[in-house]
């Protein structure tokens, strides 16, 4: 079993950029397909970013394709989350979570582990 916990975030301007990062603990974060989803106030948990295993395959939600670059060090045991041009609309807790499918998924419900998420506030 994995462990997930998210780091960075915070409050940045709209047009800036942040980077959030999901370190593992307890078993090789090489063994999951990784994902970031986010939820906003008074919205569902929705699909950010997935990676593949070796990192080689992503996937992205339209809202932030060309934006948002996923990546993961798996010798590090970290993910990560690179955000550019952010948005006030990109207001969320944003989530890193682990499935252990050998294909990357989009869908929430296949994902088996969960951080307990990082803040990132963009302000107009």
């Known amino acids: 079993q994995v462990q997930l916990v998210e780091s960075g975030g915070g409050l940045v301007q709209a047009g800036g950029s942040v980077s959030i990062a999901c370190a593992a603990s307890?078993?090789?974060?090489?063994?999951?397909?990784m994902g970031w989803f986010r939820q906003a106030p008074g919205k569902e948990r929705e699909f950010v970013a997935a990676?593949?295993?070796?990192?080689?395959?992503?996937y992205y939600a339209d809202s932030v394709k060309g934006r948002f670059t996923i990546s993961r060090d798996n010798a590090k045991n970290t993910l990560f989350l690179q955000m550019n041009d952010l948005k006030p609309e990109d207001t969320a807790v944003y989530y890193c979570a682990a499935t252990s499918q050998t294909l990357v998924s989009t869908r929430s419900n296949e994902y088996n582990y969960w951080g307990q998420g990082t803040q990132v506030t963009v302000s107009s």
């Open positions: 307890g078993r090789s974060l090489s063994t999951y397909a």
């Open positions: 990676i593949s295993r070796t990192g080689r395959s992503t």
